[in-house]
Each structure stands twice: as C-alpha cells, then as structure tokens.
C-alpha cells in the first residue's frame, strides 16, 4: 500500500526574475512500513522536501498524496486534522514543553482526540516502555538527558499511530550511543510493527538503519539506494560511496 507520493514536486523562493529553485520534479513514492532516508549535501533542498511533504511548507508545482488524499486539495482545516491524525514528527530539537511531564508530553497530541482515557494510557504505557522512559514518566524535560528527550519526542510522533513518522535531523543533537540507541528503538519500531518512517539525515551511520535511502543534488532527484539483503556495515559503506560522488559530508563508523 502507498503511504506518501511526490508527484512533479517544484519548490521556489523568492519572485518573478529573482525566484531560486530548490526542489525540481521529485517522483517518489513511499510505500507501508518502509524506513526511508533523504540525504545531500548541504543547499540540495532535502530539509525543503521534508517539509513540503509534511506540510510545513506550499509546494510551487505538483502534488502531495497521503493515503490517497492530495493535500493541495484540502482546506486549512482538513489538512490540519490529517497533520494532527496521519503524521508524526521527531525534530532534532525535541520540542518538549517544559512545563509537562514526559507521560504529558506524549500525550499532548491526544489532547483533542476522542480516544477514551483507557485507550490512551495504554498506549503511553507501551510507547513508554518501547522506549524504555517508563521510569521517567513523572519526570520533566530538564531532568533528562538528550537521549531521553529524543526518545520522549519519538514517544510522541507515535502515540496517534499515525501513517507515517518524519524526522528531521533526529540524531543531530545527540552523542553517538543517544543516537545508536535512538536508531535502534525506530529500526525496531520500523521492522516489527511496520511503522513507516520518513527521515533527513546528514549521517551515513543514520541512515544505514534504513531500508532505502533517496540521495539529492542541486534540488533534483539524484539516485537512491536499497538495502536490500546487505548487512548494515555493507550498506553503510555504499552510502558513503555515494556520499563522496556527491560531496556531501562524510562519517566514519
């Protein structure tokens, strides 16, 4: 089944003579329970795509489809209630208020919802615990670590069970065994319970957790990558290939 598709996606800045293009006809498409990488270097629009397909930002020309829906053809409020319902987001700078708990933090996106009361409090319990912040349910955003906040805002992105989860940059804060850890627990997610996952990253070692990764240059499309069969190092190592083709930033293991 086809979660997302990016059919023509054009993105510009600016107007008439002194428009930029940043993003020119992406075509992809994203299928259930697939973890799926973006990467480039630096200035190729691969946070610009992250947002348009989430809906932080307009696209200038073609067409965004969740689950069957254009949401170019949707009003404000519609594509607020599937933004709030069908995705999830982890941000490499948490997000967390800090004036909530982190059990309140993962509920928050349920605030609004019509799920009963033991509905939810069984879903925080096993997000908590799939995470394994259980312990630290009480606690407040400045009482945890990095990880722990990162792994508190995954808690988050998921506990509407939405269609499909973006991640921007979500190691990019952490030191390397937060980041590993991070990882772990989505590639997890990713494999057992086929949580479809969209992620940004910079890091090689990031994105050798995915199972395909998208590689773009000068806004456009420019090869991808499949796992496949290969082990994690193998794939690592042919991300970095195509790192250095493209000249985008290298990571060593």
Do not use: W
């Not at 259930?32 to 809906?55: A, D, H, Q, R």
């Not at 009963?116 to 259980?134: C, H, N």
């Not at 190092?233 to 985008?248: D, N, P, R, S, Y």
């Amino acid at each position: 089944m086809d979660v997302l598709q990016s059919k023509h996606i054009y993105k510009n800045y600016g107007k008439r003579k002194k428009q930029i293009e940043v993003l020119q006809d992406i075509n992809f498409t994203i299928t259930e329970g697939e973890f799926v990488g973006i990467m480039g270097p630096s200035g190729s629009g691969k946070t610009t795509l992250l947002n348009v397909l989430c809906s932080i930002d307009t696209v200038t020309g073609g067409e965004v489809i969740l689950n069957g829906k254009s949401l170019q053809q949707l009003s404000a409020k519609k594509l607020a209630n599937v933004r709030r319902t069908e995705m999830g987001f982890i941000f490499q700078d948490y997000n967390l208020l800090e004036t909530l708990t982190v059990k309140e933090n993962i509920l928050l996106p349920l605030a609004v919802s019509k799920i009963s009361k033991e509905k939810a409090e069984q879903r925080v319990q096993t997000l908590m615990t799939q995470f394994d912040i259980q312990k630290l349910a009480d606690h407040y955003p400045n009482e945890l670590s990095g990880g722990q906040k990162q792994r508190t805002a995954a808690a988050r992105a998921l506990i509407t069970e939405p269609a499909i989860v973006f991640g921007d940059e979500p190691t990019g804060a952490l030191d390397s065994k937060s980041a590993t850890n991070l990882l772990q627990h989505l590639e997890r997610l990713n494999t057992v319970q086929k949580t479809t996952i969209l992620m940004v990253t910079h890091d090689a070692i990031a994105a050798s957790y995915c199972s395909r990764v998208l590689f773009l240059k000068d806004g456009k499309l420019y090869t991808e990558l499949y796992k496949g069969t290969q082990s994690r190092k193998q794939f690592f190592e042919h991300i970095l290939q195509t790192q250095a083709v493209l000249g985008g930033e290298l990571n060593e293991a």
